[in-house]
């Protein structure tokens, strides 16, 4: 039976995840244990739930209680569930809600890249890319084609950001994924050296006249092959793409030399699959 609560005061404590905490704040980096994420609509909160994440408290707008929340709400037992009208909620948040729901739930514990790699034979290497939209975008082309996880360096963005996870429509919550290293100093050399030892062919998808067409027969023959890609702009750093064992380029016409990464890695992703 949900725990409803009428919201009276928007100073009171318990909304302070939902308005006031940064990202940062969220994710606790010195205590990664008591680190929340927040989830939003009833779709993505759904996909969270099903891949076995805890909630914590929601917010939402009283319609959705005996409408699009309901099914969610029954299998959350007692958890606290703030409610009030949406202009009342908009003047807690600074906007209006998307689809009027939002859940806080707990962060996983991530597994070791060694043991999300165990049985993988197709994965995605995310190289310093800062865009939480960019984020979402990817992982929801990983899910949809084939790719078995993905790895972020240090510098990433975390996908459990709240865009991150609104864009990836809760892909995020079934695609596994692992960062390789809390450094930066540990990429690229330590973080390349981790995927060979795991076994696999890395490729990286760069500008150069020495690149191999992504149609090379012989990368999707790979019977393990990590695809590494880079931040929006710059693209990969060059040590490592000299690290990598192939520089992988996809052929365009009309003088366009680059695509957005998220569009690349759909390319990438559906082209390299395991066959």
């Not at 995605?124 to 990983?142: M, Q």
């Not at 027969?217 to 092959?225: F, N, Q």
Request: charged share 20%.
């Amino acid at each position: 039976m949900p725990n409803i609560i009428e919201i009276t005061d928007l100073a009171r404590p318990e909304l302070d995840v939902f308005a006031r905490l940064t990202e940062a704040q969220l994710r606790n980096r010195l205590e990664p244990e008591k680190g929340i994420f927040i989830a939003e609509s009833p779709k993505v909160i759904e996909v969270a739930l099903n891949a076995g994440c805890e909630p914590v408290s929601f917010l939402m707008e009283r319609r959705h209680l005996a409408g699009d929340a309901q099914g969610i709400l029954a299998r959350c037992g007692a958890v606290p569930v703030y409610t009030g009208e949406s202009e009342l909620l908009a003047g807690l948040t600074g906007f209006r809600l998307t689809r009027g729901v939002l859940c806080a739930m707990r962060r996983p514990q991530q597994p070791t890249p060694e043991a999300l790699c165990a049985g993988a034979s197709r994965v995605a290497v995310l190289e310093g890319i800062v865009d939480a939209t960019n984020i979402g975008a990817i992982f929801r082309s990983a899910a949809a084609l084939h790719m078995d996880a993905v790895l972020l360096t240090p510098t990433c963005c975390d996908p459990l950001n709240r865009r991150a996870v609104r864009v990836s429509m809760g892909t995020v919550f079934q695609v596994p994924w692992a960062r390789l290293g809390s450094e930066a100093a540990e990429w690229p050399q330590q973080g390349l050296a981790r995927l060979k030892k795991l076994g696999f062919h890395t490729a990286a998808m760069a500008l150069s006249d020495t690149a191999v067409s992504i149609e090379d027969a012989r990368l999707a023959a790979e019977p393990k092959l990590a695809i590494v890609l880079g931040t929006e702009g710059d693209g990969l750093a060059h040590e490592t793409i000299a690290a990598c064992d192939d520089t992988v380029r996809i052929p365009m016409s009309h003088g366009v030399d680059s695509l957005n990464v998220a569009a690349a890695s759909a390319v990438a992703f559906w082209q390299l699959r395991a066959r």
